[in-house]
């Protein structure tokens, strides 16, 4: 019957191409899974960079000073925490969008495009984990007695050499830990990503890939979503247990 060979060719044209996607494939990942993997950990890492320097400042305006519309910046650090992540991306397109508020204004004059690209994903990862990097370095800089940083500043330190020599120093157990919770917070970032960046190959993080995945028929597909799982796993396990590692090598020297 013509309906049984249609069915039929296009039984063997999914699995053909199915086996042409898993040509040179490792662990059971295909080359475009280990392309999310590898545009995972670089904008999740990106994107902790991108915050480090804004986060410190703002964690230490929110922990050490007192200063009319306080409580509004402290909202809106962590607004991200309570809104849905869809929304937080939507707004971001629609600011940085080729169209947007700020986009247009920066493609128009610079040429530079960040919705639907790679550095959206980053903007978006960072949005996202923007909230969970200040409240660690914000709860580490309370912690300590500002007596320290007073008196550094009685023995003639500046403000900003009696911060890095005294106040970040002591903070920094605070700061490793906020960069690894952001870190992993980027790797499972999703609805943000997913309207701001899109699900083009080049913005297709692991979160996105799984999606995909599941939503394709076939088992070799939900193998590799599997796997994908799997491996997003072991890089947020990885990311964590260096934390501890690092919080627990600063507590010994300390104490040494």
């Not at 962590?78 to 700020?102: D, K, S």
Request: aromatic fraction near 8%.
């Amino acid at each position: 019957m013509p309906t049984a060979d249609a069915a039929s060719s296009n039984l063997e044209r999914q699995a053909a191409k199915q086996d042409e996607i898993m040509t040179g494939s490792y662990l059971g990942l295909a080359a475009e899974d280990w392309q999310a993997v590898a545009l995972s950990v670089g904008v999740s890492a990106a994107a902790v960079l991108l915050s480090l320097a804004p986060g410190v400042a703002c964690a230490w305006l929110l922990a050490r000073k007192s200063f009319p519309g306080k409580a509004l910046l402290d909202t809106l650090v962590n607004l991200p925490l309570v809104l849905p992540p869809v929304v937080t991306g939507l707004v971001l397109l629609y600011a940085l969008g080729r169209r947007g508020w700020i986009g247009g204004w920066l493609y128009e004059w610079f040429g530079i495009e960040i919705a639907l690209t790679w550095r959206a994903a980053v903007l978006a990862i960072a949005v996202m984990g923007f909230p969970l990097l200040v409240r660690s370095i914000r709860l580490a800089l309370a912690s300590y007695d500002p007596r320290l940083y007073q008196a550094a500043r009685s023995l003639g330190a500046s403000p900003l050499d009696a911060f890095w020599s005294v106040s970040l120093p002591l903070a920094r157990q605070g700061v490793i830990a906020g960069c690894m919770l952001a870190f992993a917070r980027g790797l499972g970032e999703f609805g943000a990503t997913l309207m701001f960046a899109g699900i083009r190959p080049e913005t297709r993080t692991l979160p996105i890939q799984i999606y995909l995945l599941n939503n394709r028929p076939g088992d070799a597909n939900e193998a590799r979503m599997w796997h994908i799982v799997a491996a997003s796993v072991a890089i947020s396990f990885a990311a964590l247990a260096i934390s501890q590692w690092l919080e627990r090598r600063a507590m010994r020297a300390e104490s040494a």
